[in-house]
């Protein structure tokens, strides 16, 4: 209970961070009950329960995500020295730290849980009969076993992803650059290969209507959107070594070598930025062709996965933020007027942004093609 008394005596900011891990793990767990509640719901469910449990897998990776996000945050930023004086080393933190993220995710399952029973009639009220009263299977029993194991995924795997910190190896030097961006170029290549040369297939329905994939155009979406993840620190590296070559000013300096320091924490959420880009434009692009408007579900789950990105990202910044806190302290001491600091941010998330768009619009081209064609 230690990591969660000190959540008890945190800021607004970590209890918040915390209140949305259960959020999101409330609503994937509503997601995964109600692919369950269809499967009872209907007599047959055949492909159409897995297929709904499958697409599930995408808001569960975002949510180990975020949670995992917050969980690492939490103990990274406990005061080691006092930690220490207790016997509390860096594994045990860290393994604290996974306890409290998974009883956090279990909090957000158990009131998923508590809702769907409500909804369903389970509690003493009336079942719901609305527009998503189908994936409820109101009137059937519903599987304890088969309900645990589905609201175990979340909690299980962000304590995992946690743990699992302890046994990766020590940050490089600061002045290393990160080597993910060649391979994640070669990830991305291979993806959208993949999916332009996939041909058009029913192996795995879209939700809400929207047509069939192929399984290569899903295995070509996850290795490019992985790509993208891969090389965002190598591609926030570079542009901070483009920023301070040939003789760069004051505003340069401190832009180029700022994005060099802060590549390992901002990059792969802005590739996970990129990647979540580019599936929203291939949607789109599938939708406007169908013509079919998405459902209850799938708007949910859309949505769900884009504050799970959203959060990841803030969460990111506010550690660059935090980090940079006596950096800019030091800045201020020796002179530094507080537009250079202002110049030198906007100029950072310029050149981030003038490299980051326009890569997103290119794969998400070649993304939309197997719909297109």
Request: hydrophobic share 55%; glycine share 14%; proline share 6%.
């Amino acid at each position: 209970m230690l990591s969660w008394r000190m959540v008890r005596g945190a800021r607004i900011g970590a209890m918040g961070r915390w209140l949305l891990v259960v959020a999101a793990a409330g609503g994937t767990g509503m997601l995964l009950l109600s692919a369950l509640g269809w499967a009872l719901g209907h007599a047959q469910p055949g492909a159409s329960a897995e297929v709904r449990l499958v697409w599930c897998a995408v808001p569960v990776a975002m949510t180990v995500q975020v949670a995992a996000m917050v969980g690492l945050a939490q103990p990274l930023g406990w005061p080691g020295s006092g930690l220490a004086g207790v016997g509390l080393g860096r594994k045990a933190t860290l393994l604290i730290g996974a306890a409290g993220t998974a009883l956090a995710c279990a909090l957000g399952s158990a009131l998923a849980l508590l809702l769907f029973l409500y909804l369903r009639g389970d509690l003493g009220g009336v079942p719901y009969t609305g527009s998503a009263a189908g994936v409820l299977g109101a009137g059937h029993r519903l599987p304890a076993a088969g309900a645990g194991t589905l609201l175990a995924v979340v909690p299980l795997g962000a304590a995992a992803a946690v743990a699992a910190r302890v046994w990766q190896p020590p940050a490089p030097a600061p002045g290393a650059g990160p080597a993910g961006l060649p391979w994640g170029v070669a990830l991305t290549a291979v993806g959208l290969a993949v999916q332009v040369a996939a041909p058009h297939g029913d192996a795995l329905p879209l939700p809400s209507g929207l047509g069939s994939v192929s399984a290569a155009t899903v295995a070509g979406w996850v290795v490019a959107s992985a790509g993208m993840v891969v090389a965002g620190p190598g591609l926030v590296f570079l542009c901070g070594r483009l920023l301070a070559l040939h003789r760069p000013g004051a505003l340069r300096l401190l832009s180029g070598r700022a994005l060099q320091q802060e590549a390992r924490r901002i990059g792969r959420p802005l590739g996970l930025l990129c990647a979540t880009a580019t599936a929203t434009l291939a949607a789109y692009d599938l939708q406007h062709g169908s013509g079919h408007r998405l459902g209850p579900l799938t708007t949910f789950a859309a949505a769900l996965v884009g504050v799970c990105v959203l959060a990841v990202a803030g969460t990111a910044l506010v550690e660059v933020a935090s980090a940079r806190g006596r950096s800019v302290a030091a800045l201020r001491d020796i002179g530094a007027s507080p537009a250079l600091l202002r110049g030198a941010l906007a100029l950072r998330t310029g050149v981030v942004l003038a490299v980051a768009v326009p890569l997103t619009a290119v794969v998400a081209a070649f993304a939309t093609v197997p719909a297109t064609r």
